[in-house]
T-cell receptor, first 115, second 112 residues
Framework: EADIYQTPRYLVIGTGKKITLECSQTMGHDKMYWYQQDPGMELHLIHYSYGVNSTEKGDLSSESTVSRIRTEHFPLTLESARPSHTSQYLC??????????????FGDGTRLSIL | AQSVTQLDSQVPVFEEAPVELRCNYSSSVSVYLFWYVQYPNQGLQLLLKYLSGSTLVESINGFEAEFNKSQTSFHLRKPSVHISDTAEYFCAVPTGGFKTIFGAGTRLFVKA
């Protein structure tokens, strides 16, 4: 049973459109993450947040942006989608302070296809 | 630099047979280790974790993993698999702070 929710689950959309992928969690976690997942590859961190008004880019360069106005909400936006953005996007959260090694809780993902 | 290597991309196995999914890591700091499982069309779920103490850790559904510092390994094992264990399994090393390094995953196929 997921305490972290992603919408939409699937999205097929044309090139050039603006897209927002939603992620919400009900656990009160300060730390939240966005990963990109492609078949046979490790998860790549594209954005993370330590808390409200804190966002940072991850290891994988991404043309997306994120915001963190509320603890529970961490949306990801693509201003102009391209076919290279086709992938699965996973949102996650974790508890603990900045030096914590707590496991992450994942949503079920958004599978994005750009035509 | 820290890294995680999962040595097998796919492991086919018959139902009720034993299975081992291999994971090796490199780390220059204190080690914490996780295994996550991803069922089709779902996100990752924590299967088990090693933080400290006993080197053998177990999950509620019969999986176990052993932390071996000298071999830098954290292999996942189950003595008898079920069809429902078919999934992708990820080994992961949290590095402290915000970052967790994930392996590329091992796809376990359990055949009847």
């Amino acid at each position: 049973e997921a305490d972290i929710y992603q919408t939409p689950r699937y999205l097929v959309i044309g090139t050039g459109k603006k897209i927002t992928l939603e992620c919400s969690q009900t656990m009160g976690h300060d730390k939240m993450y966005w990963y990109q997942q492609d078949p046979g590859m490790e998860l790549h961190l594209i954005h993370y947040s330590y808390g409200v008004n804190s966002t940072e880019k991850g290891d994988l360069s991404s043309e997306s942006t994120v915001s963190r106005i509320r603890t529970e909400h961490f949306p990801l936006t693509l201003e102009s989608a391209r076919p290279s953005h086709t992938s699965q996007y996973l949102c996650a959260s974790s508890e603990g302070d900045n030096l914590s090694n707590q496991p992450q809780h994942f949503g079920d993902g958004t599978r994005l296809s750009i035509l | 630099a820290q890294s995680v290597t999962q040595l097998d991309s796919q492991v086919p196995v018959f139902e009720e047979a034993p299975v081992e999914l291999r994971c090796n890591y490199s780390s220059s700091v204190s080690v914490y280790l996780f295994w996550y499982v991803q069922y089709p069309n779902q996100g990752l779920q924590l299967l088990l974790k090693y933080l400290s103490g006993s080197t053998l850790v177990e999950s509620i559904n019969g999986f176990e993993a052993e932390f071996n510092k000298s071999q830098t390994s954290f292999h996942l094992r189950k003595p008898s698999v079920h069809i429902s264990d078919t999934a992708e399994y990820f080994c992961a090393v949290p590095t402290g702070g915000f970052k967790t390094i994930f392996g590329a995953g091992t796809r376990l196929f359990v055949k009847a």
